[in-house]
Nanobody, 118 residues
Framework: QVQLVESGGGLVQAGGSLRLSCAAS????????MGWYRQVRGKQRELVAF?????????ADFVKGRFTISRDRRNAANTVYLQMNTLKPEDTAVYYC??????????WGQGTQVTVSS
């Protein structure tokens, strides 16, 4: 059973930081690169960053130098993190984690809302 539970979002002022967490089921975490995605209402979901099972990372240009993705498989944690620094109002979105690339058909968790005020 696929399970994705995102947390850590909230309201923060521009320039602030948040750390998102995603608890993933072992079935999806252990065999895949994992990614963070975000979606603004009315727009398509977009990839923010991904990390391979070996730890290689890749970031969208709009978050490079500000966000850091990591994964923790110790003690069966199966958790993916997104450290977000120097947040901007345009980072406001619902953030989701999932495998990268996303399977078809895709299962999505509930996401976590990030709101950055100016």
């Amino acid at each position: 059973q696929v399970q994705l539970v995102e947390s850590g979002g909230g309201l923060v002022q521009a320039g602030g930081s948040l750390r998102l967490s995603c608890a993933a089921s072992r079935s999806i975490f252990s065999r895949n690169a994992m990614g963070w995605y975000r979606q603004v209402r009315g727009k398509q979901r977009e990839l923010v960053a991904f990390i391979t099972s070996g730890g290689t990372t890749n970031y969208a240009d709009f978050v490079k130098g500000r966000f850091t993705i990591s994964r923790d498989r110790r003690n069966a944690a199966n958790t993916v993190y997104l450290q977000m620094n120097t947040l901007k109002p345009e980072d406001t979105a619902v953030y989701y984690c999932n495998a990268y690339p996303v399977a078809t058909p895709a299962y999505w968790g509930q996401g976590t809302q990030v709101t950055v005020s100016s």
